[in-house]
């Protein structure tokens, strides 16, 4: 008897040394990505991820986990989104469904992580699933009638916003607005939208962000463990905060201050656009003085972690300027201009008008910027 108590101690001794030592090794000599996108006047620029799972949903990692990965990855805000209505592991995880965002807290506080209290509505279409952000009790989300669990979720404050609007299971053939989205947006109960998730584009729910002025969202919608290759990212919601807190968050995405951010891409509204790409270029402020036949070069430094791909827009008036030009990120990039009429000389400006490829405010348009320069 005292052999198998002793035996059973041991073990249990011998389980929790290894788990001590695991998380010893997982933390030791840990490094943090800095994510190199500029704050614009007025606002600070968060990188946020609120779509992901875990093993309380049918994801696959401990809640933890969710928190390290943002922290290596430079990441401000993360929103673990655990289903309320699917939970494939409830036979050998048993929680209620707070428990996930209970779990991560902790650590989430510790390594500055800011965590929303969020989790997902999981429904055929229509309407889908939806993410309530903001939340302060998921377990009151766990409504038969679906309606009822989302003004749920809106009591509680929530920020509501569709999920992967165009995922093949739930709309196999074309991506359709249904006439309860248009419901839930008339009486305040649809907030927002994914343009982007994990590595799908929604051209139309960029359109409907737009006509319906919906926040814009892209996330990893994660399930297994994140693992992003030097130099990349996961998908990214950017969201321009007043504060860096979660309140700043929710601010901002009730007054649609966010930006998508994908591979090289940013797409959103041109009122945030183009200060973040302003944000992003230095160059020198001295008089170019520009004349007929002349040749002067300008150097544009570009901080931030995208290359921006330029096309020129109109010739200038009385210079020629390159007509593509990649402003990659953390170098200078050269422009040319050469003055080719004698009207050059009496321009106090000069002014290069490019549409900058990679960056759009609608699917099919992309965003225009000027570059100014003093002349004289």
Not at 44 to 50: A, G, I, N, R, S
Not at 300 to 315: A, H, T
């Amino acid at each position: 008897m005292w052999l198998k108590i002793e035996l059973s101690m041991n073990l249990k001794s011998l389980s929790l040394l290894i788990i001590i030592a695991f998380l010893a090794q997982s933390t030791a000599g840990q490094s943090r990505r800095i994510i190199n996108i500029p704050d614009i006047e007025g606002y600070k620029t968060l990188k946020c991820d609120f779509h992901m799972h875990t093993v309380f949903s049918d994801g696959t990692v401990w809640p933890t986990v969710r928190v390290q990965e943002a922290w290596e990855e430079g990441l401000d805000a993360i929103a673990i989104t655990d289903h309320i209505e699917y939970r494939p592991h409830s036979k050998d995880v048993v929680a209620d469904h707070n428990r996930s965002f209970e779990i991560a807290s902790p650590l989430a506080m510790q390594m500055n992580i800011l965590l929303v209290h969020a989790t997902e509505i999981t429904r055929s279409m229509p309407p889908g699933h939806l993410t309530a952000l903001f939340i302060t009790n998921a377990n009151l989300l766990e409504r038969e009638d679906v309606n009822d669990a989302i003004k749920e979720a809106r009591d509680q404050g929530a920020f509501l916003l569709w999920d992967h609007p165009g995922w093949e299971v739930q709309q196999p053939d074309s991506i359709q607005w249904f006439n309860e989205h248009t419901q839930l947006l008339q009486n305040d109960l649809l907030h927002g939208i994914e343009v982007y998730n994990r590595n799908e584009y929604y051209a139309n729910a960029f359109d409907w962000a737009n006509e319906k002025n919906l926040t814009m969202f892209a996330s990893s919608d994660a399930h297994g463990p994140v693992i992003v290759p030097e130099g990349q990212h996961r998908p990214l919601t950017l969201v321009f905060a007043k504060s860096r807190t979660e309140g700043g968050i929710r601010e901002a995405l009730f007054a649609r201050r966010t930006v998508v951010y994908f591979d090289n891409t940013l797409m959103g509204r041109s009122g945030l656009l183009e200060p973040l790409f302003l944000a992003s270029i230095k160059y020198d402020s001295a008089p170019l003085r520009i004349r007929n036949g002349s040749n002067k070069m300008v150097y544009i430094r570009n901080n931030s972690d995208l290359d921006y791909n330029l096309e020129l827009l109109q010739p200038g008036v009385g210079f020629d300027a390159p007509e593509s030009v990649v402003l990659k990120a953390h170098q200078v990039t050269v422009l040319n201009l050469a003055g080719n009429s004698d009207e050059v000389a009496n321009v106090p400006e000069i002014n290069l008008y490019y549409t900058v490829m990679n960056l759009f405010t609608a699917p099919d348009e992309n965003l225009v910027v000027t570059l100014t320069f003093r002349n004289n």
